[in-house]
């Protein structure tokens, strides 16, 4: 008995290599087909040297991407796809017909690369051996030709297009004749004049996956005879369905994902039976879907990923203890007003769970970390009161907690020192104050506390956080300064105090240890920066906002360092001076130096703006004691939406290039000595 199930062994061992192509040691090129690749070669653009390998001088079953059959020497797999999502680094230039000298080639991945402008060979169709044809992300153009239904071997046909590509197919009945294939897509393909689509596709039982995904489709008819029994994977996501999901997709017996998402789906989901046995990612998210949960779908125990985010879905929970091996789910974005239902919290396998944006109640409960897996909440923009338990921070593998948005109250719990590997931890727009242990949290990257009852100073071992990449802790009660040991925060981008009570210095030091800061919003503070007159700082601003700072009587002259403004608020900070016309750039959008003792004319900043236009969207100059007349210019402001000269010294009339700004909604020019009307359509 050992010795035959030993030669049992054998013989399944000697039939699976039989079943694959051999590597190429023992290969030998055939020079036709040598010949074929280096013409090949010759009308291609290979920036990276992928190709490099390919000379006369080796045997070309030895070149990279070439595999060739152990026992004929053909050629039967060309895997050429860029390994690097980066153009820069793909192969690109123009597909020679020698490739139709490659008879037996059963594999050809060209994708991930540049054949910008270029459509796809209908030549390809004539390479009846090919099993597996991957053209996706290649950057083709123009028609899918239907030439490719002539390969009736094939079992892998991946054509994918980019977002803004010409990609498309008029008619899908070429697709009739691979009667052999398993994987279908086609995603990012214009097939909207092709109406037949779903008949032709059901023409072809043998299919396992089906991704058609963005091709603009807008109908999806009945069908009265399914020859999907086969089918595992089904995309049809980002389409324009525009009415109820057709039954039929309920009946698919060997369907393993779903994926309806970004359509226009309306009404609720089928009654009745199921027959999605084998169901285990389901996403139905950003459609119009309604109603309550059915059964049908709170029954279904063997659903790994469930996405409901972005409908109108509403009722109860009741029973979802059967999704016990869910391991994401979204509930997000719908109208579920319950309280926060005990039995979402013995399912103990999720990772991911998403609540925000619902109308949940009551509190959070500490049986929440019986989800001992559970990596990610949001739980936030719901009606949630009460304090956050401290069993929630007892799961040690938080990474992403988000409760902003609701009625929480009392301190952060000193539990969140176990959470070692959070992340990000946002609680914005609630009542809850500061704990010490939070600076346990060496892995913080994100911290968002803003709109809180924080109070006192911030303290200093908020630097010892040294992952920080954003803080926000505006709109509380901080007093004190910026501690010094802020300036540790070397990865710290975003920093925003804004609307809080503090006061007292701020040096130059600290602000220019901080280079990799681009987002620095603390307006609504009594700060004072201290810096001298030649002080320019490292980082690099995009926002810059110190409303409400001292920085003295001139304009402070380092902002001519900024190069990359794009928005700016030194309004109330007792600045007297004129506004130098080096200030603003293309790129700034916004400017508020509004509620200083600013004095001149505005004409040598306005009038003077660099290539004739200039991005600027919000202007607020109000409260200054600026004069002359307001110049006509306007015309190189064509964004702007807001202008606000209010109580100035401005005479003269009011420019008529004023009433030519298309999206201008705001402009307050009163308190002046000027004449003429402004039009009541603004």
């Not at 390809?124 to 083709?140: I, T």
């Not at 109908?219 to 005879?225: A, V």
């Not at 739980?379 to 593998?397: A, G, I, Q, R, Y």
């Not at 992952?467 to 802790?473: A, N, P, R």
Request: net charge neutral; with cysteine.
């Amino acid at each position: 008995m050992g010795g035959l199930r030993l030669f049992s062994e054998f013989l399944l061992i000697a039939a699976i290599l039989l079943c694959f192509p051999s590597i190429n040691t023992d290969a030998t090129c055939i020079t036709s087909e040598k010949q074929a690749l280096l013409d090949f070669k010759k009308s291609l653009i290979d920036p990276s040297g992928r190709l490099s390998s390919w000379n006369d001088n080796v045997d070309c079953c030895q070149w990279q991407a070439v595999i060739c059959s152990n026992k004929s020497g053909h050629v039967i797999q060309l895997r050429l796809q860029n390994p690097v999502d980066d153009l820069e680094l793909a192969i690109s230039g123009n597909i020679n017909h020698s490739l139709l000298n490659l008879t037996q080639l059963r594999h050809l991945d060209l994708s991930l690369n540049d054949f910008s402008g270029l459509q796809i060979p209908t030549f390809l169709g004539s390479l009846k051996s090919l099993r597996y044809l991957n053209l996706s992300q290649a950057r083709f153009q123009g028609m899918v030709p239907y030439q490719l239904g002539n390969l009736s071997s094939l079992r892998t046909f991946s054509v994918v297009g980019e977002f803004w590509s010409s990609l498309h197919s008029d008619n899908l009945q070429w697709l009739a004749g691979l009667s052999n294939l398993k994987h279908l897509e086609l995603s990012h393909v214009d097939l909207s004049p092709a109406s037949n689509w779903l008949q032709v596709i059901n023409m072809i039982p043998s299919l396992v996956e089906i991704r058609l995904s963005s091709c603009h489709l807008f109908q999806i008819s009945q069908l009265i005879h399914s020859n999907f029994s086969s089918l595992t994977v089904l995309d049809l996501s980002g389409n324009d369905f525009r009415h109820f999901i057709p039954r039929w997709i309920f009946y698919l017996p060997s369907l393993a994902s779903l994926d309806l998402s970004k359509n226009l789906f309306l009404g609720p989901l089928p009654r009745g039976p199921w027959n999605m046995t084998s169901l285990n990612c389901l996403d139905l998210s950003s459609n119009h879907l309604d109603g309550s949960l059915p059964d049908e779908l709170i029954h279904r125990n063997n659903l790994i990923s469930l996405n409901l985010q972005g409908n109108q879905f509403e009722g109860s929970l009741d029973g979802i203890q059967n999704w016990s091996s869910l391991v994401s789910l979204n509930l997000s974005d719908n109208h579920f007003t319950t309280i926060l239902p005990n039995v979402l919290f013995t399912l103990s396998s999720l990772v991911s769970l998403d609540l925000r944006s619902n109308q949940f109640q009551g509190y959070i409960p500490g049986s929440i970390a019986n989800i001992s897996n559970l990596q990610n909440l949001d739980l936030s923009h719901n009606n949630l009161s009460s304090s956050l338990p401290s069993e929630l921070f007892t799961l040690k593998d938080l990474v992403t907690v988000d409760a902003g948005g609701n009625h929480l109250s009392g301190p952060i719990p000193s539990t969140i020192g176990n959470c070692t590997k959070l992340k990000h931890l946002r609680l914005t727009d609630n009542s809850l104050t500061m704990s010490k242990w939070l600076y346990n949290c060496k892995s913080l990257e994100l911290l968002g506390l803003r709109g809180n009852a924080l109070s006192g100073s911030i303290p200093s071992n908020l630097g010892k956080l040294s992952s920080l990449e954003y803080i926000d802790i505006s709109k509380n009660k901080l007093t004190g300064t910026l501690p010094e040991s802020l300036g540790q925060l070397s990865k710290l981008e975003t920093l925003l105090i804004y609307n809080n009570l503090m006061e007292g210095m701020v040096s130059g030091i600290l602000l220019d240890n901080l280079t990799s800061l681009k987002y620095f919003d603390a307006s609504g503070n009594s700060l004072t920066l201290k810096a001298n007159a030649s002080w320019i700082p490292r980082a690099q601003f995009e926002t810059l906002g110190l409303g409400s700072w001292n920085l003295g009587l001139q304009f402070p002259i380092w902002l001519q360092s900024q190069k990359n403004l794009q928005y700016l608020n030194l309004s109330s900070t007792r600045i007297a001076d004129t506004i130098p016309s080096w200030l603003f750039n293309s790129a700034t959008g916004v400017v508020s130096l509004s509620h200083n003792q600013l004095h001149g004319g505005i004409s040598h900043f306005l009038c003077e703006v660099k290539n004739g236009k200039s991005g600027l969207t919000v202007l607020d100059l109000k409260k200054n004691s600026l004069s002359g007349e307001i110049p006509d210019c306007w015309m190189n402001y064509p964004n702007i939406t807001y202008i606000s000269l209010k109580s100035n010294n401005f005479i003269g009339s009011i420019p008529r290039s004023l009433f030519s700004l298309e999206y201008l909604s705001h402009l307050d020019l009163g308190r002046n000595s000027l004449t003429g009307s402004i039009p009541s359509t603004l």
